[in-house]
């Protein structure tokens, strides 16, 4: 019989998210129970068989490296299990919840638009994108007082950068990005009409993230995929209208849980990086001070903002054979979930890991995966717009000043603010 490795401590309650990332529970985790069994009808409300956490990055990398143990295909991000439900699984698969050969194969319909040669184009527009956004923020918060760095700086760069590589209108922007929060977000009420841990949600249980608002997303896609077939152009839409796997093309729930997932995916990461960019230099402005008297820091900075937000809070795997994760054996569809923000703050591999250090290096971080088939396909673009805004940051800004109490998103999932009130001290 299995038992919770650290029972007193939950890292798996949305409502724990929401009031803060646990890192103090991470850390007893890392140091007792590396490898921990976490028994879900006991984790506020999350019914399931349970899983295997892991919270070491040795664990974390050596999981995702080894896709042929611990697979994708039964779930790669949510926790819930979806082992006993194929039609769900099926309804719901995206590129994440498959391994190689066919993650290789989808992964490089859009590999050309999210290469780094590829993105490196786009700085000069990035570039002129954040000097935009920074700009009009210190114009609203000189008239207000303050501003909301989620809404007023970290969330309107990467929509701006994303409507042109997806093929979206720039008027559609708006409510994609609305409904893609809605549907991320679904465990939290401000967001989602649907709220995972406290309704009935069966009745979408064939919808991505078991939200009614995927809908909404699938019904545009399919309508702009339909104008797009037979044209030429190297947006995502117009490429996935147009893909063909193994000979086929995808069909429209293919197309539509694609576009949705490189929505998300390509907003979530750099938002809440830049969001949480802003509060580490407002709780930390030596390091802002630094990075302006120091330009050559500006790589490690990048990488270090990356470390230190991790966005990406878990993901999930399924073990395929008896085997061992260090010394503890673990059973053939037995779930593992990998924790990043855990992973990025592991004292073997980062000194002082609670310390925000823009000099740091090495810096190995996770955050963009450990390693593997899986590695986060936006990683270029996600670098590319945090350096453009340290970069623009240090030239305009003197400073960045709390003005309020941030409120984080409830979930478990995504390492998100919804409101960060702060001052930016004009340079």
């Given at each position: 019989m299995?038992?919770?490795s650290?029972?007193h401590?939950d890292?798996?309650g949305?409502?724990?998210?929401a009031a803060?990332?646990?890192h103090?529970?991470?850390d007893?985790?890392?140091m ?7 028994n ?11 899983f295997?956490?892991l919270?070491?990055h ?8 080894d896709w ?5 295909e039964?779930g ?6 979806l082992e ?8 719901r698969?995206t590129?994440?919840e ?6 290789t194969?989808l ?8 290469s780094k040669v ?6 000069a527009?990035?570039?002129?994108l ?9 114009r ?6 303050h501003?909301d760095g ?8 990467p929509?701006r ?5 997806l093929?979206?209108?720039?008027q559609?922007a708006p409510?994609l990005f ?9 465990a939290?009420?401000?967001?989602s009409?649907?709220?995972s841990?406290?309704v ?21 896609v399919q309508r702009?995929?339909a ?5 030429t152009?190297g947006?995502?839409?117009t ?8 000979g ?9 849980t ?7 995916a390509?907003?979530?990461t750099?938002r809440?990086?830049?969001a949480h960019?802003l509060l580490?230099?407002?709780?930390h402005p030596?390091?802002?001070?630094r990075?302006?008297s120091?330009?050559s820091?500006?790589?490690?900075a990048?990488?270090e903002?990356?470390?230190w937000?991790s966005?990406?809070?878990h993901?999930?795997?399924?073990v395929?054979?008896?085997t ?9 569809g037995?779930?593992v ?5 855990a992973?990025?703050?592991?004292p ?8 925000f ?6 810096n ?6 450990g390693?593997g088939?899986?590695?986060c396909l936006?990683?270029w673009?996600?670098r590319?717009e945090v ?8 030239e305009k ?6 003005a309020?109490e941030?409120?984080?998103v409830?979930s478990?999932?995504?390492n ?7 001052r930016?001290?004009?340079r």
């Open positions: 299995r038992h919770d650290v029972p401590l890292i798996v949305h409502d724990v998210y803060s990332v646990p103090t529970a991470y007893e985790f890392r007792v129970a590396p490898v921990a069994w976490i879900e009808t006991e984790a506020n409300g999350h019914h399931g068989t349970g295997w956490s919270t070491s040795e664990h974390v990398v050596a999981v995702h490296k042929r143990t611990f697979s994708s039964v790669g991000t949510e926790i819930e299990g006993h439900d194929p039609e769900a699984r099926a309804a698969r590129m994440l498959t391994d190689p050969p066919l993650h194969k992964r490089q319909l859009v590999n050309p638009v999210f590829a993105v490196e184009t786009y700085a527009h990035a570039a002129k954040i000097d935009l956004v920074i700009s009009e923020a210190l609203v918060g000189t008239r207000d007082g501003i989620v809404h007023g700086i970290a969330r309107e760069l929509i950068m994303l409507t042109g590589l093929g979206v209108p720039d559609d409510r609305e409904w893609a929060d809605q549907i991320v977000y679904n939290d009420p401000d967001y009409p649907a709220v841990d406290q009935d949600t069966d009745p979408y249980r064939l919808l991505p993230f078991r939200s009614p608002v995927s809908l909404k997303v699938l019904e545009y702009l995929s104008a797009r077939q037979g044209a152009g947006d995502v839409l490429v996935l209208a147009n893909a063909l796997v193994d086929r093309p995808l069909t429209e729930r293919e197309q539509g694609f576009f949705l997932l490189l929505l998300i390509g907003n979530e750099t809440h990086s830049l960019g580490a230099f407002a709780e030596e390091q802002l001070h990075l302006r120091d330009p820091l500006l790589e490690t990048t990488e903002v990356l470390r937000t966005p990406q809070l993901f999930r795997r399924t395929t054979v008896n061992a994760i260090g010394e503890v054996a673990v059973a053939a037995d779930k979930v990998t924790w990043y923000m992973a990025n703050r592991d073997a591999l980062f000194p002082n890991p609670h310390t250090d823009i000099g740091r290096t090495p190995r971080h996770v955050t963009f995966g390693g088939p899986h590695l936006g990683q673009m996600a590319l350096r453009s805004f340290l970069q623009t940051l240090v800004v003197e400073r960045v000043e709390l309020g941030p409120r984080r409830r478990n999932f995504i998100g603010l919804k409101e960060l009130p702060i930016l001290v004009e």
